[in-house]
Protein backbone atom coordinates (compact mmCIF):
# COMPACT_ATOMS: atom_id res chain seq x y z
CA UNK A 1 0.00 0.00 0.00
CA UNK A 2 2.68 2.81 1.41
CA UNK A 3 4.71 2.21 -2.11
CA UNK A 4 1.90 2.23 -4.72
CA UNK A 5 1.40 4.67 -7.25
CA UNK A 6 -0.25 7.72 -6.26
CA UNK A 7 0.61 10.37 -8.36
CA UNK A 8 1.25 10.37 -12.11
CA UNK A 9 2.79 13.77 -13.41
CA UNK A 10 2.27 14.43 -17.08
CA UNK A 11 3.85 16.63 -19.63
CA UNK A 12 1.67 19.22 -21.77
CA UNK A 13 2.36 19.44 -25.23
CA UNK A 14 3.05 15.89 -27.47
CA UNK A 15 2.15 14.20 -24.05
CA UNK A 16 -1.57 15.51 -23.14
CA UNK A 17 -2.14 18.24 -25.72
CA UNK A 18 -0.77 18.70 -29.12
CA UNK A 19 -0.26 15.49 -31.04
CA UNK A 20 3.37 15.31 -32.82
CA UNK A 21 3.90 18.65 -30.36
CA UNK A 22 4.03 20.82 -33.65
CA UNK A 23 3.14 24.71 -31.91
CA UNK A 24 7.04 25.49 -31.11
CA UNK A 25 8.19 23.93 -33.86
CA UNK A 26 6.85 25.83 -36.51
CA UNK A 27 7.93 29.10 -34.48
CA UNK A 28 11.94 27.82 -33.86
CA UNK A 29 12.61 27.28 -37.43
CA UNK A 30 10.48 30.92 -38.48
CA UNK A 31 12.81 33.20 -35.96
CA UNK A 32 16.15 31.70 -37.27
CA UNK A 33 14.64 31.99 -40.74
CA UNK A 34 14.09 35.22 -40.42
CA UNK A 35 17.91 35.57 -38.99
CA UNK A 36 18.59 34.04 -42.61
CA UNK A 37 19.65 30.65 -40.70
CA UNK A 38 17.76 27.71 -42.13
CA UNK A 39 17.83 25.33 -39.39
CA UNK A 40 16.00 21.75 -40.03
CA UNK A 41 13.04 20.21 -38.23
CA UNK A 42 15.23 17.73 -36.49
CA UNK A 43 17.58 20.79 -35.03
CA UNK A 44 14.65 22.59 -33.53
CA UNK A 45 12.94 19.54 -32.19
CA UNK A 46 16.39 17.97 -30.65
CA UNK A 47 15.80 20.05 -27.21
CA UNK A 48 12.31 19.84 -26.83
CA UNK A 49 10.54 19.95 -24.02
CA UNK A 50 13.41 22.51 -22.44
CA UNK A 51 12.04 26.22 -21.21
CA UNK A 52 11.61 28.14 -24.29
CA UNK A 53 14.58 30.13 -24.00
CA UNK A 54 16.85 27.09 -22.93
CA UNK A 55 15.69 25.62 -25.88
CA UNK A 56 16.65 28.60 -28.12
CA UNK A 57 19.67 28.50 -26.24
CA UNK A 58 20.51 24.73 -27.24
CA UNK A 59 19.90 25.04 -30.62
CA UNK A 60 22.24 27.79 -30.93
CA UNK A 61 25.05 26.28 -29.27
CA UNK A 62 24.42 22.83 -32.22
CA UNK A 63 27.90 22.82 -33.67
CA UNK A 64 26.15 23.15 -37.09
CA UNK A 65 23.97 26.64 -35.88
CA UNK A 66 27.12 27.78 -33.92
CA UNK A 67 28.92 27.53 -36.88
CA UNK A 68 26.26 29.29 -39.27
CA UNK A 69 26.09 31.70 -36.77
CA UNK A 70 30.05 32.96 -36.83
CA UNK A 71 29.98 32.51 -39.96
CA UNK A 72 26.72 35.28 -40.80
CA UNK A 73 27.82 37.57 -38.09
CA UNK A 74 31.70 37.52 -38.04
CA UNK A 75 31.11 36.56 -34.26
CA UNK A 76 30.00 33.85 -31.91
CA UNK A 77 26.18 34.20 -30.37
CA UNK A 78 25.59 35.67 -27.47
CA UNK A 79 23.31 35.94 -24.31
CA UNK A 80 21.87 38.92 -26.03
CA UNK A 81 21.32 37.07 -29.02
CA UNK A 82 19.45 34.35 -26.81
CA UNK A 83 17.03 36.91 -25.93
CA UNK A 84 16.55 38.65 -29.16
CA UNK A 85 15.61 35.59 -30.67
CA UNK A 86 13.22 34.64 -27.82
CA UNK A 87 11.75 38.29 -27.70
CA UNK A 88 10.59 37.27 -31.62
CA UNK A 89 9.73 33.50 -30.72
CA UNK A 90 7.15 34.29 -27.48
CA UNK A 91 4.72 36.73 -29.47
CA UNK A 92 4.86 34.23 -32.31
CA UNK A 93 4.33 31.26 -30.12
CA UNK A 94 1.33 33.12 -28.07
CA UNK A 95 -0.62 33.96 -31.64
CA UNK A 96 -0.99 30.05 -32.58
CA UNK A 97 -0.99 28.99 -29.52
CA UNK A 98 -4.75 28.32 -28.75
CA UNK A 99 -4.79 26.24 -32.24
CA UNK A 100 -2.65 23.48 -30.35
CA UNK A 101 -4.54 22.84 -27.65
CA UNK A 102 -6.59 19.64 -28.46
CA UNK A 103 -6.01 16.35 -26.23
CA UNK A 104 -4.86 13.11 -27.12
CA UNK A 105 -6.69 10.26 -27.71
CA UNK A 106 -7.24 8.57 -24.50
CA UNK A 107 -6.71 11.48 -21.78
CA UNK A 108 -10.27 11.96 -20.69
CA UNK A 109 -11.12 7.86 -19.85
CA UNK A 110 -7.23 7.52 -18.54
CA UNK A 111 -7.96 10.61 -16.08
CA UNK A 112 -11.35 9.31 -14.59
CA UNK A 113 -9.82 5.80 -14.18
CA UNK A 114 -7.17 7.38 -12.24
CA UNK A 115 -9.25 9.67 -10.19
CA UNK A 116 -11.25 7.04 -8.70
CA UNK A 117 -8.53 4.72 -8.27
CA UNK A 118 -7.12 7.55 -5.82
CA UNK A 119 -4.39 8.72 -8.13
CA UNK A 120 -3.40 12.58 -8.22
CA UNK A 121 -2.80 13.94 -11.36
CA UNK A 122 0.25 16.60 -11.88
CA UNK A 123 2.00 18.12 -14.84
CA UNK A 124 5.15 19.72 -15.68
CA UNK A 125 5.90 22.15 -18.59
CA UNK A 126 8.42 23.40 -20.87
CA UNK A 127 5.91 26.47 -21.13
CA UNK A 128 6.21 29.30 -19.70
CA UNK A 129 3.11 30.56 -17.25
CA UNK A 130 1.85 32.95 -19.51
CA UNK A 131 1.98 30.21 -22.84
CA UNK A 132 -0.05 27.80 -20.29
CA UNK A 133 -2.44 29.99 -19.55
CA UNK A 134 -4.21 29.36 -23.27
CA UNK A 135 -2.98 26.04 -23.46
CA UNK A 136 -4.60 24.84 -19.83
CA UNK A 137 -7.70 27.09 -20.96
CA UNK A 138 -7.75 25.40 -24.31
CA UNK A 139 -7.48 21.45 -22.95
CA UNK A 140 -9.82 22.42 -20.11
CA UNK A 141 -12.52 23.49 -22.44
CA UNK A 142 -12.13 20.06 -23.53
CA UNK A 143 -12.66 18.08 -19.89
CA UNK A 144 -8.69 17.62 -19.29
CA UNK A 145 -7.91 19.78 -16.16
CA UNK A 146 -4.92 18.19 -13.86
CA UNK A 147 -4.81 18.60 -10.44
CA UNK A 148 -1.78 20.90 -10.50
CA UNK A 149 0.39 22.20 -13.21
CA UNK A 150 3.54 23.55 -12.28
CA UNK A 151 6.01 25.91 -14.54
CA UNK A 152 9.49 26.65 -14.46
CA UNK A 153 8.95 30.26 -13.54
CA UNK A 154 7.52 28.56 -10.29
CA UNK A 155 10.72 26.75 -9.57
CA UNK A 156 13.29 29.03 -11.06
CA UNK A 157 14.56 26.60 -13.41
CA UNK A 158 13.01 24.14 -16.11
CA UNK A 159 13.93 20.93 -17.45
CA UNK A 160 16.23 18.63 -16.63
CA UNK A 161 16.21 19.94 -13.31
CA UNK A 162 13.74 17.65 -11.28
CA UNK A 163 12.23 21.02 -9.54
CA UNK A 164 9.14 20.97 -11.09
CA UNK A 165 8.47 17.40 -10.33
CA UNK A 166 9.20 18.41 -6.59
CA UNK A 167 6.59 21.55 -6.66
CA UNK A 168 3.87 18.76 -7.87
CA UNK A 169 5.01 16.53 -4.91
CA UNK A 170 5.01 19.44 -2.34
CA UNK A 171 1.32 20.80 -3.60
CA UNK A 172 -0.48 17.31 -4.11
CA UNK A 173 1.55 16.30 -0.64
CA UNK A 174 2.63 12.79 -2.33
CA UNK A 175 5.71 11.08 -1.54
CA UNK A 176 8.40 9.37 -1.71
CA UNK A 177 9.50 9.35 -5.32
CA UNK A 178 9.18 5.76 -5.79
CA UNK A 179 5.20 6.23 -5.69
CA UNK A 180 5.13 9.04 -8.45
CA UNK A 181 5.14 8.05 -12.32
CA UNK A 182 6.22 10.98 -14.98
CA UNK A 183 4.95 10.72 -18.08
CA UNK A 184 6.62 12.85 -21.29
CA UNK A 185 7.49 12.47 -24.90
CA UNK A 186 10.93 13.86 -25.44
CA UNK A 187 14.59 13.43 -23.88
CA UNK A 188 14.52 15.58 -21.38
CA UNK A 189 11.18 14.54 -19.78
CA UNK A 190 12.63 11.53 -19.34
CA UNK A 191 15.60 13.30 -17.84
CA UNK A 192 13.41 15.41 -16.00
CA UNK A 193 11.87 12.18 -14.13
CA UNK A 194 15.21 10.34 -13.63
CA UNK A 195 16.93 13.14 -11.91
CA UNK A 196 13.51 13.56 -9.67
CA UNK A 197 14.04 9.36 -9.09
CA UNK A 198 10.82 9.18 -10.34
CA UNK A 199 9.65 6.94 -12.37
CA UNK A 200 10.44 8.05 -15.43
CA UNK A 201 8.16 6.78 -18.53
CA UNK A 202 8.11 7.95 -22.47
CA UNK A 203 5.13 7.88 -24.38
CA UNK A 204 5.61 7.13 -28.21
CA UNK A 205 2.29 7.57 -30.05
CA UNK A 206 1.72 11.51 -30.74
CA UNK A 207 5.52 12.42 -28.94
CA UNK A 208 7.63 15.05 -29.83
CA UNK A 209 10.20 12.22 -30.88
CA UNK A 210 7.89 10.70 -33.18
CA UNK A 211 7.01 14.17 -34.69
CA UNK A 212 4.32 13.26 -37.28
CA UNK A 213 0.96 14.43 -37.48
CA UNK A 214 -2.48 11.87 -36.37
CA UNK A 215 -2.85 11.82 -40.46
CA UNK A 216 0.77 11.15 -40.97
CA UNK A 217 0.98 8.27 -38.22
CA UNK A 218 -2.07 6.69 -39.59
CA UNK A 219 -0.33 6.28 -43.18
CA UNK A 220 2.40 4.21 -41.72
CA UNK A 221 2.45 0.71 -42.53
CA UNK A 222 2.48 -1.68 -39.69
CA UNK A 223 6.66 -2.53 -40.40
CA UNK A 224 6.96 1.49 -40.49
CA UNK A 225 5.65 2.29 -37.75
CA UNK A 226 7.41 -0.68 -35.55
CA UNK A 227 10.70 0.57 -36.95
CA UNK A 228 9.94 4.17 -35.64
CA UNK A 229 8.76 2.60 -32.70
CA UNK A 230 11.50 0.73 -31.95
CA UNK A 231 13.51 3.84 -32.45
CA UNK A 232 12.02 6.18 -30.24
CA UNK A 233 11.96 3.41 -27.48
CA UNK A 234 15.83 3.03 -27.63
CA UNK A 235 16.02 6.72 -27.45
CA UNK A 236 13.98 6.94 -24.19
CA UNK A 237 16.04 4.12 -22.64
CA UNK A 238 19.21 5.79 -23.62
CA UNK A 239 17.80 8.67 -22.00
CA UNK A 240 17.23 6.75 -18.37
CA UNK A 241 13.57 5.64 -19.18
CA UNK A 242 12.54 3.22 -16.37
CA UNK A 243 9.27 2.05 -18.91
CA UNK A 244 8.04 3.00 -22.26
CA UNK A 245 4.64 2.45 -23.62
CA UNK A 246 2.94 3.30 -27.02
CA UNK A 247 -0.16 4.88 -26.05
CA UNK A 248 -1.93 6.47 -22.79
CA UNK A 249 -4.49 3.34 -22.60
CA UNK A 250 -1.45 1.17 -21.67
CA UNK A 251 -0.69 3.24 -18.41
CA UNK A 252 -2.98 1.46 -15.83
CA UNK A 253 -1.20 -2.18 -16.59
CA UNK A 254 1.64 -0.30 -16.06
CA UNK A 255 0.75 1.22 -13.32
CA UNK A 256 -0.67 -2.38 -11.66
CA UNK A 257 3.11 -3.90 -12.64
CA UNK A 258 5.10 -1.28 -10.82
CA UNK A 259 2.78 -1.99 -7.66
CA UNK A 260 3.32 -5.32 -7.97
CA UNK A 261 7.50 -5.09 -8.24
CA UNK A 262 6.67 -3.38 -5.54
CA UNK A 263 5.13 -5.44 -3.06
CA UNK A 264 7.43 -8.70 -3.88
CA UNK A 265 5.93 -11.87 -2.13
CA UNK A 266 7.68 -14.11 0.23
CA UNK A 267 8.50 -17.09 -0.94
CA UNK A 268 7.47 -20.11 1.71
CA UNK A 269 8.58 -22.90 -1.34
CA UNK A 270 11.94 -25.14 -1.01
CA UNK A 271 14.03 -23.05 -3.00
CA UNK A 272 14.88 -20.64 -4.42
CA UNK A 273 13.62 -18.92 -1.13
CA UNK A 274 13.21 -15.77 0.54
CA UNK A 275 16.47 -14.01 0.74
CA UNK A 276 17.85 -10.64 3.35
CA UNK A 277 18.87 -7.57 1.31
CA UNK A 278 22.00 -7.87 2.40
CA UNK A 279 22.53 -10.86 0.80
CA UNK A 280 20.90 -9.50 -2.31
CA UNK A 281 22.81 -6.05 -1.98
CA UNK A 282 26.47 -8.52 -1.86
CA UNK A 283 25.88 -9.11 -5.93
CA UNK A 284 25.99 -5.38 -6.91
CA UNK A 285 29.61 -5.92 -8.24
CA UNK A 286 31.87 -7.21 -10.31
CA UNK A 287 34.66 -9.98 -10.04
CA UNK A 288 37.80 -11.06 -11.35
CA UNK A 289 37.95 -14.78 -11.28
CA UNK A 290 41.50 -14.90 -12.09
CA UNK A 291 42.50 -12.50 -9.28
CA UNK A 292 43.69 -13.80 -5.95
CA UNK A 293 41.60 -11.65 -3.89
CA UNK A 294 38.16 -13.80 -5.49
CA UNK A 295 40.05 -16.79 -5.21
CA UNK A 296 41.00 -15.97 -1.53
CA UNK A 297 37.12 -15.88 -0.86
CA UNK A 298 36.66 -19.27 -2.45
CA UNK A 299 38.72 -20.65 -0.49
CA UNK A 300 37.58 -18.73 2.95
CA UNK A 301 34.68 -19.97 1.75
CA UNK A 302 35.39 -24.13 0.87
CA UNK A 303 36.96 -24.10 4.53
CA UNK A 304 33.98 -22.29 6.10
CA UNK A 305 31.22 -25.18 4.51
CA UNK A 306 34.01 -27.66 5.97
CA UNK A 307 33.93 -26.39 10.00
CA UNK A 308 29.91 -25.91 9.06
CA UNK A 309 29.61 -29.57 8.15
CA UNK A 310 31.72 -31.51 11.27
CA UNK A 311 34.09 -30.13 13.91
CA UNK A 312 36.77 -32.83 12.78
CA UNK A 313 37.45 -30.76 9.39
CA UNK A 314 41.03 -32.21 8.83
CA UNK A 315 39.55 -35.17 6.98
CA UNK A 316 36.95 -33.37 4.77
CA UNK A 317 37.43 -31.01 1.67
CA UNK A 318 34.39 -29.01 0.62
CA UNK A 319 34.30 -28.66 -4.03
CA UNK A 320 31.64 -26.47 -5.24
CA UNK A 321 30.09 -27.15 -8.57
CA UNK A 322 28.39 -24.98 -10.58
CA UNK A 323 24.81 -25.37 -11.86
CA UNK A 324 21.52 -26.49 -9.52
CA UNK A 325 21.72 -28.92 -6.71
CA UNK A 326 21.02 -31.40 -9.17
CA UNK A 327 24.41 -31.16 -11.20
CA UNK A 328 26.33 -31.61 -8.07
CA UNK A 329 23.84 -34.67 -6.99
CA UNK A 330 25.02 -36.07 -10.27
CA UNK A 331 28.64 -35.09 -9.93
CA UNK A 332 29.16 -37.31 -6.56
CA UNK A 333 27.01 -39.83 -8.02
CA UNK A 334 29.15 -39.98 -11.39
CA UNK A 335 32.26 -39.51 -9.84
CA UNK A 336 32.10 -41.36 -6.72
CA UNK A 337 31.17 -44.75 -8.29
CA UNK A 338 33.59 -46.47 -9.58
CA UNK A 339 33.02 -48.42 -13.19
CA UNK A 340 33.09 -51.27 -11.04
CA UNK A 341 30.97 -50.48 -8.42
CA UNK A 342 27.34 -50.98 -7.28
CA UNK A 343 24.80 -48.35 -5.86
CA UNK A 344 22.09 -49.11 -3.16
CA UNK A 345 19.09 -45.99 -3.51
CA UNK A 346 16.99 -45.68 -0.33
CA UNK A 347 14.01 -43.64 -2.26
CA UNK A 348 10.87 -42.01 -0.49
CA UNK A 349 9.77 -39.55 -2.77
CA UNK A 350 11.29 -37.62 -6.21
CA UNK A 351 14.54 -36.51 -5.00
CA UNK A 352 15.37 -40.19 -4.10
CA UNK A 353 13.84 -41.12 -7.41
CA UNK A 354 16.08 -38.60 -9.00
CA UNK A 355 19.31 -40.54 -7.79
CA UNK A 356 18.12 -43.66 -9.50
CA UNK A 357 17.70 -41.30 -12.19
CA UNK A 358 21.02 -40.25 -12.44
CA UNK A 359 22.61 -43.77 -11.79
CA UNK A 360 20.72 -45.41 -14.38
CA UNK A 361 21.51 -42.57 -16.82
CA UNK A 362 25.15 -43.35 -16.26
CA UNK A 363 24.76 -46.60 -16.61
CA UNK A 364 26.02 -47.58 -13.08
CA UNK A 365 24.41 -50.68 -11.60
CA UNK A 366 21.87 -49.88 -8.97
CA UNK A 367 19.59 -51.35 -6.66
CA UNK A 368 16.53 -49.24 -4.98
CA UNK A 369 14.90 -49.35 -1.90
CA UNK A 370 11.49 -48.13 -1.99
CA UNK A 371 9.70 -47.25 1.13
CA UNK A 372 7.10 -45.25 -0.38
CA UNK A 373 6.01 -41.34 -0.54
CA UNK A 374 5.06 -41.61 3.07
CA UNK A 375 7.13 -44.18 5.03
CA UNK A 376 10.67 -44.27 6.26
CA UNK A 377 13.08 -47.21 5.01
CA UNK A 378 12.82 -50.15 6.79
CA UNK A 379 16.11 -51.05 8.15
CA UNK A 380 16.02 -55.00 8.29
CA UNK A 381 15.43 -54.87 4.49
CA UNK A 382 17.98 -52.17 4.77
CA UNK A 383 20.19 -54.99 6.44
CA UNK A 384 18.85 -57.35 4.29
CA UNK A 385 19.60 -56.00 0.98
CA UNK A 386 23.32 -55.48 2.43
CA UNK A 387 23.84 -58.80 3.27
CA UNK A 388 22.09 -60.81 0.15
CA UNK A 389 24.01 -57.92 -2.89
CA UNK A 390 27.56 -57.58 -0.90
CA UNK A 391 28.77 -56.28 -4.51
CA UNK A 392 27.05 -53.02 -3.44
CA UNK A 393 30.25 -50.44 -2.65
CA UNK A 394 27.98 -47.15 -2.02
CA UNK A 395 24.63 -46.12 -0.41
CA UNK A 396 22.79 -42.66 -1.26
CA UNK A 397 19.77 -41.81 0.95
CA UNK A 398 18.00 -37.98 1.03
CA UNK A 399 17.96 -36.58 4.56
CA UNK A 400 15.19 -34.53 4.11
CA UNK A 401 12.73 -35.44 1.25
CA UNK A 402 11.79 -32.01 0.19
CA UNK A 403 8.78 -33.56 -2.10
CA UNK A 404 6.61 -34.27 1.33
CA UNK A 405 9.29 -32.98 3.73
CA UNK A 406 9.87 -36.25 5.43
CA UNK A 407 13.02 -36.92 7.32
CA UNK A 408 15.01 -39.95 7.26
CA UNK A 409 17.06 -40.96 10.15
CA UNK A 410 21.18 -40.49 8.45
CA UNK A 411 22.06 -41.67 11.97
CA UNK A 412 20.45 -44.97 12.49
CA UNK A 413 20.91 -45.49 8.36
CA UNK A 414 24.82 -44.52 8.53
CA UNK A 415 25.57 -47.07 10.86
CA UNK A 416 24.01 -49.67 9.07
CA UNK A 417 26.13 -48.82 6.15
CA UNK A 418 29.10 -48.33 7.80
CA UNK A 419 28.54 -51.94 9.61
CA UNK A 420 28.86 -53.43 6.37
CA UNK A 421 31.69 -50.94 5.17
CA UNK A 422 30.03 -48.97 2.39
CA UNK A 423 30.59 -45.87 1.06
CA UNK A 424 27.81 -43.22 2.39
CA UNK A 425 26.62 -40.64 0.43
CA UNK A 426 23.72 -38.33 1.57
CA UNK A 427 21.66 -35.59 -0.55
CA UNK A 428 21.09 -32.81 2.61
CA UNK A 429 20.33 -30.37 -0.11
CA UNK A 430 17.37 -28.93 1.82
CA UNK A 431 18.35 -29.38 5.27
CA UNK A 432 22.24 -28.36 5.26
CA UNK A 433 22.77 -25.09 7.57
CA UNK A 434 18.89 -25.66 8.87
CA UNK A 435 19.07 -29.24 11.33
CA UNK A 436 22.49 -29.41 12.81
CA UNK A 437 24.68 -32.27 11.57
CA UNK A 438 28.24 -33.66 12.01
CA UNK A 439 28.99 -35.52 8.88
CA UNK A 440 32.13 -37.18 10.96
CA UNK A 441 29.68 -38.93 13.71
CA UNK A 442 27.01 -39.32 10.68
CA UNK A 443 29.79 -41.50 8.79
CA UNK A 444 29.13 -39.75 5.98
CA UNK A 445 31.78 -39.98 3.11
CA UNK A 446 29.71 -37.42 0.69
CA UNK A 447 26.89 -34.75 1.37
CA UNK A 448 25.71 -32.98 -0.87
CA UNK A 449 23.91 -29.07 -0.50
CA UNK A 450 23.67 -26.32 -2.98
CA UNK A 451 23.38 -22.25 -2.56
CA UNK A 452 19.87 -21.59 -2.26
CA UNK A 453 18.63 -23.73 0.80
CA UNK A 454 18.86 -23.69 4.12
CA UNK A 455 22.07 -21.60 3.98
CA UNK A 456 19.74 -18.68 2.20
CA UNK A 457 21.63 -17.46 -0.71
CA UNK A 458 20.87 -17.44 -4.38
CA UNK A 459 20.77 -20.05 -7.20
CA UNK A 460 23.64 -20.83 -8.82
CA UNK A 461 25.82 -23.82 -7.52
CA UNK A 462 25.83 -26.51 -5.56
CA UNK A 463 28.35 -28.02 -3.33
CA UNK A 464 29.62 -31.40 -2.11
CA UNK A 465 31.66 -32.25 1.46
CA UNK A 466 33.65 -35.03 1.00
CA UNK A 467 35.87 -37.50 2.73
CA UNK A 468 39.11 -36.89 1.28
CA UNK A 469 40.35 -40.59 1.45
CA UNK A 470 37.48 -41.65 -0.36
CA UNK A 471 37.79 -38.93 -2.76
CA UNK A 472 41.73 -39.45 -3.88
CA UNK A 473 40.58 -42.63 -4.92
CA UNK A 474 38.01 -41.17 -7.53
CA UNK A 475 40.58 -39.61 -9.96
CA UNK A 476 39.67 -41.21 -13.61
CA UNK A 477 35.83 -42.42 -12.04
CA UNK A 478 33.96 -39.52 -13.63
CA UNK A 479 31.62 -39.98 -16.70
CA UNK A 480 31.74 -36.54 -17.43
CA UNK A 481 33.85 -33.75 -18.09
CA UNK A 482 32.12 -30.64 -16.53
CA UNK A 483 30.76 -32.98 -13.58
CA UNK A 484 33.55 -34.81 -12.84
CA UNK A 485 34.26 -33.81 -8.76
CA UNK A 486 37.41 -35.27 -8.82
CA UNK A 487 39.10 -33.05 -11.00
CA UNK A 488 36.99 -29.91 -9.63
CA UNK A 489 38.25 -30.59 -6.58
CA UNK A 490 42.03 -30.42 -7.80
CA UNK A 491 41.35 -27.57 -10.19
CA UNK A 492 40.23 -26.04 -6.36
CA UNK A 493 43.37 -26.81 -4.54
CA UNK A 494 46.11 -26.25 -7.19
CA UNK A 495 44.66 -23.16 -8.61
CA UNK A 496 43.85 -21.92 -4.87
CA UNK A 497 40.42 -21.46 -5.48
CA UNK A 498 40.17 -21.66 -9.40
CA UNK A 499 36.89 -23.10 -10.63
CA UNK A 500 37.40 -25.22 -14.01
CA UNK A 501 34.94 -23.13 -15.67
CA UNK A 502 33.20 -19.80 -15.76
CA UNK A 503 32.71 -19.30 -11.77
CA UNK A 504 29.12 -17.90 -10.74
CA UNK A 505 30.73 -14.67 -9.15
CA UNK A 506 27.83 -12.55 -7.89
CA UNK A 507 26.48 -16.19 -6.47
CA UNK A 508 29.39 -16.72 -4.60
CA UNK A 509 29.38 -13.28 -3.19
CA UNK A 510 25.88 -13.59 -2.05
CA UNK A 511 26.67 -16.96 -0.61
CA UNK A 512 29.42 -15.75 1.63
CA UNK A 513 26.98 -13.09 2.79
CA UNK A 514 24.43 -15.69 3.54
CA UNK A 515 26.94 -17.60 5.53
CA UNK A 516 28.16 -14.71 7.57
CA UNK A 517 24.21 -13.72 8.41
CA UNK A 518 23.92 -17.50 9.33
CA UNK A 519 26.49 -17.19 11.75
CA UNK A 520 25.11 -13.61 13.19
CA UNK A 521 21.67 -15.25 13.30
CA UNK A 522 23.57 -18.03 16.05
CA UNK A 523 25.10 -20.78 13.81
CA UNK A 524 22.96 -23.59 12.53
CA UNK A 525 21.52 -24.51 15.90
CA UNK A 526 20.01 -21.04 15.92
CA UNK A 527 18.63 -21.34 12.51
CA UNK A 528 17.19 -24.65 13.69
CA UNK A 529 14.81 -23.39 16.30
CA UNK A 530 13.48 -20.93 13.84
CA UNK A 531 13.01 -23.52 11.38
CA UNK A 532 11.30 -25.56 14.13
CA UNK A 533 9.23 -22.89 15.56
CA UNK A 534 8.18 -21.81 12.11
CA UNK A 535 7.17 -25.46 11.24
CA UNK A 536 5.18 -25.74 14.50
CA UNK A 537 3.24 -22.41 14.36
CA UNK A 538 2.38 -23.64 10.97
CA UNK A 539 0.90 -27.30 11.27
CA UNK A 540 -0.88 -26.10 14.68
CA UNK A 541 -2.41 -23.07 12.70
CA UNK A 542 -3.29 -25.10 9.59
CA UNK A 543 -5.02 -27.98 11.65
CA UNK A 544 -6.73 -25.08 13.48
CA UNK A 545 -8.18 -24.14 9.90
CA UNK A 546 -9.04 -27.88 9.05
CA UNK A 547 -6.38 -28.43 6.58
CA UNK A 548 -4.47 -31.79 7.65
CA UNK A 549 -0.43 -32.54 7.30
CA UNK A 550 0.00 -35.49 5.19
CA UNK A 551 2.64 -36.65 7.31
CA UNK A 552 2.96 -37.73 11.09
CA UNK A 553 4.39 -35.57 12.93
CA UNK A 554 7.61 -38.01 14.31
CA UNK A 555 8.72 -38.19 10.60
CA UNK A 556 8.12 -34.15 10.00
CA UNK A 557 11.21 -32.07 8.98
CA UNK A 558 11.06 -28.69 10.29
CA UNK A 559 11.73 -27.92 6.34
CA UNK A 560 8.97 -27.90 4.81
CA UNK A 561 5.39 -29.50 5.56
CA UNK A 562 2.31 -31.11 2.95
CA UNK A 563 -0.95 -30.92 3.69
CA UNK A 564 -3.68 -32.86 2.15
CA UNK A 565 -5.97 -30.40 0.68
CA UNK A 566 -9.35 -30.23 2.93
CA UNK A 567 -12.20 -33.02 2.37
CA UNK A 568 -15.26 -32.29 0.76
CA UNK A 569 -15.85 -28.81 0.04
CA UNK A 570 -14.25 -27.87 -3.82
CA UNK A 571 -11.09 -26.43 -2.82
CA UNK A 572 -8.87 -25.96 -6.07
CA UNK A 573 -5.68 -25.14 -5.56
CA UNK A 574 -4.95 -22.41 -7.97
CA UNK A 575 -7.94 -20.42 -7.16
CA UNK A 576 -6.33 -20.89 -3.53
CA UNK A 577 -3.13 -20.34 -4.87
CA UNK A 578 -3.77 -17.14 -6.24
CA UNK A 579 -5.71 -15.70 -3.61
CA UNK A 580 -2.57 -15.79 -0.49
CA UNK A 581 -0.71 -14.89 -3.75
CA UNK A 582 -2.51 -11.74 -3.89
CA UNK A 583 -1.74 -11.28 -0.48
CA UNK A 584 1.79 -11.15 -0.79
CA UNK A 585 2.76 -15.40 0.20
CA UNK A 586 3.59 -18.13 -2.87
CA UNK A 587 3.85 -21.14 -1.55
CA UNK A 588 4.04 -25.15 -3.74
CA UNK A 589 2.16 -27.45 -5.39
CA UNK A 590 2.04 -30.84 -4.38
CA UNK A 591 4.65 -33.86 -5.53
CA UNK A 592 2.99 -36.93 -4.98
CA UNK A 593 1.35 -39.67 -6.72
CA UNK A 594 -0.67 -41.04 -3.91
CA UNK A 595 -2.68 -38.11 -2.21
CA UNK A 596 -3.53 -34.30 -3.43
CA UNK A 597 -1.59 -32.12 -1.38
CA UNK A 598 0.25 -28.99 -1.42
CA UNK A 599 3.37 -27.81 0.57
CA UNK A 600 4.39 -25.05 2.35
CA UNK A 601 8.00 -24.14 3.09
CA UNK A 602 9.39 -22.61 6.48
CA UNK A 603 13.17 -21.88 4.86
CA UNK A 604 14.67 -18.62 4.32
CA UNK A 605 14.31 -15.57 5.69
CA UNK A 606 11.28 -16.57 7.09
CA UNK A 607 9.74 -15.48 10.41
CA UNK A 608 7.13 -16.52 12.95
CA UNK A 609 5.40 -13.39 12.24
CA UNK A 610 5.43 -14.10 8.29
CA UNK A 611 3.68 -17.28 8.95
CA UNK A 612 0.99 -16.36 11.30
CA UNK A 613 0.44 -13.36 8.49
CA UNK A 614 0.10 -16.15 6.11
CA UNK A 615 -2.64 -18.46 8.26
CA UNK A 616 -4.31 -15.40 8.22
CA UNK A 617 -4.92 -15.16 4.57
CA UNK A 618 -5.52 -18.83 4.70
CA UNK A 619 -8.17 -17.88 6.95
CA UNK A 620 -9.61 -15.22 4.83
CA UNK A 621 -9.98 -17.48 1.80
CA UNK A 622 -12.04 -19.83 4.03
CA UNK A 623 -14.18 -17.22 4.93
CA UNK A 624 -14.97 -15.85 1.52
CA UNK A 625 -16.11 -19.04 0.76
C1 LIG B 1 16.31 -28.89 -4.01
C2 LIG B 1 16.71 -30.27 -3.90
C3 LIG B 1 17.58 -30.88 -4.84
C4 LIG B 1 18.14 -30.16 -6.02
O1 LIG B 1 17.20 -29.63 -6.87
P1 LIG B 1 17.63 -28.56 -7.96
O2 LIG B 1 16.32 -28.19 -8.56
O3 LIG B 1 18.53 -29.21 -8.92
O4 LIG B 1 18.32 -27.44 -7.23
C5 LIG B 1 17.98 -32.15 -4.61
N1 LIG B 1 17.55 -32.84 -3.55
C6 LIG B 1 16.72 -32.31 -2.64
C7 LIG B 1 16.31 -33.12 -1.47
C8 LIG B 1 16.27 -31.02 -2.79
O5 LIG B 1 15.45 -30.47 -1.89
Not at 275 to 280: M, N
Not at 284 to 290: A, H, V
Not at 345 to 372: C, F, M, P
Not at 484 to 510: C, I
Request: some cysteine.
Amino acid sequence: MENEIRGVIFDWAGTTVDFGCFAPLKVFTEIFKNKGIDITIEEARAPMGMLKIDHVRAILSTPRISQLWSEKFGRGYSEGDVEELYSDFEPSLMKILPNYTDILDGILPLCKELRERGIKIGSTTGYTKEMMKVVAAGAAKQGYAPDCLVTAEDVGCGRPHPFMIYRNMQNLGIYPPKCIIKVGDTVSDIKEGTNAGVWSVGVIIGSSEMGLTRDEYSQLTDEQKMVLCRKITKTYFDAGADYVINNMAELPALIDEINKGQVPYLLLTPGPLTTTKTVKQAMLRDWCTWDSDYNNIIQKLRADLVSLATANSQNYTAVLMQGSGTFSVESVIGTAVPNNGKLLVLTNGAYGDRIASIAETLKIQTIVQDSGETSLPDLSELEKILIASPDITHVAVVHCETTTGMLNDIEAIGKIVKEFKKIFIVDAMSSFGGIPMDIFNLKIDYLISSSNKCIQGVPGFGFAIANKLELEKCKGNARSLSLDLYDQWKGMENGNGKWRYTSPTHVVKAFCQALKELEVEGGVEARFRRYTDNQKTLAEGMTNLKFMPLLEPHMQSPIITSFCYPKGNNFTFLEFYNFIKDKGYVIYPGKISKAETFRIGNIGNVHKNDILGLLAAIEDFLNKQ
